[in-house]
């Protein structure tokens, strides 16, 4: 697979992994008062600021051969997690899920409440209300933190490095490979990569900015 393709692949895949649990996360975030809210908060925004290196070596430990996690993944599939692929998707989908997970939170927050007391009061369950009232009217802001993450994890390259490694052809994402094309001085090959990942994020932020502003009047 080449760099671009697998790099398509790797943000498609973990932005839907980001998504599912993003959205639960934000939706238990904005929706519930518990004990170690605030703690959890800090814990899934940590990635927005924590060195590459630092976040790919927490997951290198966390998914390594030696992890819970690892030992049952490699039993299971009789392969290991980290320098696969299966590797970039994890790296990816953890930077990528704090965009979800603030923004998505936001977008259910931002919802009237008197709206969701007004399905309670005709008889909505909890659960009912999320899924006819709040979600819905959360949706734009909900797809546009989607992309946001897609774009997030296109671009990943530290974790990814620290946890899939650089294996060409079979975890180089396109970050990696322009890495790989200016140190071999392969000039061309860089910059049209480049091209392609900045008409990508250009883009999706055109895209994100249409769909708040219909979203905001």
């Known amino acids: 697979m080449s760099p671009l393709a697998l790099s398509l692949f790797v943000a498609t895949v973990s932005t839907l992994v980001a998504a599912v649990a993003g959205l639960a996360i934000a939706a238990l975030l904005a929706t519930r008062r518990f004990p170690g809210r605030a703690?959890?908060?800090?814990?899934?925004?940590?990635?927005?600021?924590?060195p590459p290196t630092v976040l790919g070596y927490y997951l290198l430990v966390l998914l390594g051969r030696k992890s819970a996690i690892g030992h049952v993944y490699e039993t299971l599939t009789g392969s290991s997690i980290v320098f696969t692929r299966t590797g970039a998707v994890c790296a990816a989908a953890v930077g990528a899920l704090?965009?979800?997970?603030?923004?998505?939170?936001?977008?259910?927050?931002?919802?009237?409440?008197r709206l969701i007391f007004a399905a309670r009061t005709?008889?909505?369950?909890?659960?009912?209300?999320?899924?006819?009232?709040?979600?819905?009217?959360?949706?734009?802001?909900?797809?546009?933190?989607?992309?946001?993450?897609?774009?997030?994890?296109?671009?990943?390259?530290?974790?990814?490095?620290?946890?899939?490694?650089?294996?060409p052809g079979e975890t180089q994402t396109a970050s990696l490979a322009i890495f790989d094309a200016i140190l071999a001085q392969r000039d061309d090959d860089a910059f049209a990569l480049v091209v392609v990942l900045t008409l990508v994020a250009t883009a999706v932020l055109y895209s994100v900015n249409k769909l708040t502003e219909r979203h905001r009047t």
């Open 39 to 50: 703690l959890l908060d800090v814990i899934i925004t940590l990635p927005m600021v924590m």
């Open 122 to 167: 005709l008889g909505a369950s909890p659960w009912r209300a999320f899924f006819t009232v709040r979600l819905p009217l959360a949706a734009r802001g909900i797809i546009a933190a989607s992309m946001l993450a897609f774009a997030r994890a296109l671009g990943d390259f530290g974790v990814t490095l620290m946890v899939a490694g650089n294996i």
């Open 98 to 113: 704090p965009i979800v997970v603030k923004s998505g939170r936001a977008a259910l927050e931002e919802i009237d409440p």
